[in-house]
């Protein structure tokens, strides 16, 4: 017997196990299944718009859920960026009421964003504490020198 009889009969020995699996889960499933024409045509036309639907709306909410994790997540890191340009760059008090006060404000506001994107703070170029971007931009550069 050669390698290509020995393919074959493997082939055919496996291609009659899944017909008779497939004959015995045809049976099982053709038991559950509805007889009349109506409802078979029902099932047609539902279940593809059912199982359509509920894969939308699971990739839609998970992009939603990530974009906005994503974006909540930057505005923390911004928010505390900006505390601590506030505390390196201008003169605080001794018990730092200022930056107490400034923190407390960011979280009152915490998740809304009201406060980063005011108009007058975006026209002016400011962050959340009206602290020009330039301003600090330029301290940098002149401890940088």
């Known amino acids: 017997m050669s390698t290509l009889d020995t393919g074959l009969t493997l082939i055919r020995n496996a291609s009659q196990r899944v017909s008779a ?3 015995w889960m045809g049976n099982a499933f ?3 299944m509805p007889t009349g024409l109506y409802a078979r045509a029902l099932l047609i036309m539902i279940v593809p718009m059912v ?3 509920t894969v939308v709306a699971f990739v839609f909410m998970e992009r939603h859920w990530n974009t906005v994790t994503r974006r909540l997540s930057a505005a923390v890191v911004q928010d505390i960026a900006s ?9 605080q008090d001794k ?11 960011l979280q009152q506001t ?8 005011h108009p007058v703070l975006q026209e002016r170029g400011d962050n959340a504490f009206g602290v020009s971007r330039i301003r600090g931009n330029q301290q940098r550069n002149a401890e940088d020198n």
């Open 21 to 23: 699996a497939n004959g």
């Open 30 to 32: 053709k038991s559950w």
């Open 51 to 53: 199982i359509l639907q």
């Open 83 to 91: 505390l601590i340009d506030v505390y390196k760059f201008y003169p």
């Open 95 to 105: 018990d730092r009421s200022q930056l107490r006060r400034i923190g407390q404000r």
């Open 110 to 117: 915490e998740g809304t964003g009201a406060v980063r994107t």
